[in-house]
């Protein structure tokens, strides 16, 4: 019995010193911030959440050969493309871009449906709605549970939506809306894997922005286009009156790729140098961080071209495709601190831009040069001047074309056939697929 009280007063010592040792240091905030942890740790499902339907996986065999037939569309008839997307809330940047290509397209004469494609059997109502009031779809907007219709065009949004647009036994040539490399999105794992195979599945890819296009033809064969990112100069605008007082930050601590520590720890040793400065942190709500911040959390463009307006520069990290958030920043004449990538470069193409080694301190170095610049004034004016011509009109008709050059070639064809893997295997069938239900006869 010693024994075992002498134990269990050890543990007690332990978890008392482990207490007092949070609180000298972080205080009661501390404290409550690892309870609830704790507390999520202990409510949290142990099953399994998936990403895409598991039998989607399961039908999606990447060693034979997927024979599609084309949609036989008459001369004069519109080009018609299914987009195949998840349900999203109001504030998603991917999908501001794809609805805002769909709504340039429909301008344009082409006739576009939205499927979407949700493995958590939300309700279809409310997201439509979402849709429509947030995002301003116009077209149908359907499920993919009940099938997906014959169209010129059958258009993948995300790794998850590939699968179904693989799986599909519709009529129609397919293309992969890319918009990041997702495949980072996760630690090395099977939704990393799951992600990087949707590759090579022998679909068409219009890519935002040059690198990832680069990227997905040399390192999988993807034959692939790329659109301009664009930027909306009526909602980001320069104000040549504006008395800027700060700096911002792209802030998305659930969003791994946006470098959100790295952001809070080139803050602080912004802050502690440049005390005068004010600093403005949008994207989501930061919460407790070591910092005097304004945290505004998500906002309106309005807003956020206020924003903009009030601060000297912007830190905006990207630690895969670069994000829209840049091209805004500028139109404002509000300077961007990026880290320097080989992605980032290639796709902003701005001289203009502030690039810094991806570390806190030659990141906090590049804020407070643009901060102290005696030019400032004109820097500023530059740099809104640099994107006054970029629209998104611009970024609409590279994917217009891109659609138009893929699908001429196949007026009068009768069938599409993919080799995944670059392995054929002669007469394999079309694959035929309902969702979430995996092969049929």
Partial sequence: MSKILNAALDRAALKYRQVTGVWRAEGRRGIVNRLRKLAAERLKPRAIRWEVLPEDVMSADLTRTAVRPFRRRCAGDPISLNWVTTPAGPGSGGHTTTFRMIRYLESRGFRNNVYFYDVFN?????????????????????????????????????????????????????????????????????????????????????????????????????????FPFGCDTREYRFNPDAKRSGIAFYARAETPRRGFELGILTLRIFAKRNPDIRIHVFGERAGDVPLDIIDHGLVTPAALNDIYNQCYAGLCLSLTNVSLVPHEMLASGCVPVVNDAEHNRMVLDNSNVSYAPAEPHALARALEEVVRARDFPEVSRRAAESVMSTSWDQAGAAVADALRRALDPMAGRGSETVVADDRSIDDSPAVAWAPGKGLRA
Wanted: hydrophobic share 35%.
């Fill in 122 to 226: 939300s309700d279809h109502r409310h997201y439509s709605q979402i849709a429509r009031s947030a995002y301003g779809v116009e077209c149908p907007i359907l499920d993919t549970r009940e099938g997906i219709e014959d169209a010129d065009g059958i258009i993948a949004t995300s790794w998850a939506s590939a699968y179904a647009v693989y799986n599909a036994r519709c009529a129609g040539k397919r293309f992969y809306f890319v918009q990041d490399y997702e495949p980072c999105f996760y630690p090395t794992g099977s939704n990393s894997l799951f992600a990087e195979n949707t590759y090579r599945m022998g679909f068409h890819g219009i890519t935002a922005g040059r690198w990832l296009a680069q990227k997905l033809a040399r390192e999988y064969g993807m034959q692939t286009d790329y």
